[in-house]
């Protein structure tokens, strides 16, 4: 499961392009490559997006899901993570009627989704991203061997940059004529990559094999490239 260039997207976001928790949704607004059609966010509707954030998008802010339908998207992407993870009701209502009227979902939270649902329409999908790799492997140091360059992306804290700061370093490799690639490690990254880890889903020990791994697979598949880890 992925989201396709050819997808229409619809993002979540309640409370969170004013508020601290819509960090996902920003980036996916940022650096997404689908069309996203509509932005769900009650406090901001009918607002716009680039006076607000300074993205400079026109694409229309609603109330809820049922507005946003008008603009016909065939995924929802749940573009906030409030502490802890848990949804307020009146937000997990929006997410059953997208479900209801067939869209797909993008789950970047904690709490998995899969199986809250029944049967879904032929097509649909629900993509819950925070889940651990097969076959992990502790680390190994085989890396250290690989000839591609590799610049890691570290910080002190949530929602600073890291993942920005190597997705534009990403396409400024990739402007230069080098051959390089994001490979994520956290919900936003895999929401906009299509790949990677989700980090923090893997059990501690498991967490350097898992990025190894994922940085040997890449260049196994490619010709010396110059890689890049959020």
Known sequence: MRIEFHNRVAILLHEGIRGTHGKT????????????????????????????????????????VAEALSYHPDILLIGIAPSGGALPDAWWQEIKAAIAAGLSLVNG????????????????????????????????GRARSLLCQRILTVGTDMAIGKMSTSLELNKAALKRGMKSKFLATGQGGLMIAGDGIALDAVRVDFAAGAVEGMVLDWEASQVQPAMQVD
């Open 25 to 64: 949704g920003l980036a996916y607004l940022r650096y997404g490559e689908a069309q996203i059609v509509a932005i769900v966010d009650s406090q901001c509707a009918g607002e716009s997006l680039a006076d607000l954030t300074g993205i400079d998008k026109k694409i229309p802010i609603v109330s809820n």
């Open 109 to 140: 939270l904690h709490t998995p989704m899969g199986n809250r649902f029944g049967q879904l329409q032929d097509g649909q999908w629900i993509w819950d991203i925070r889940q651990e790799p097969k076959e992990l492997k502790i680390g190994q």
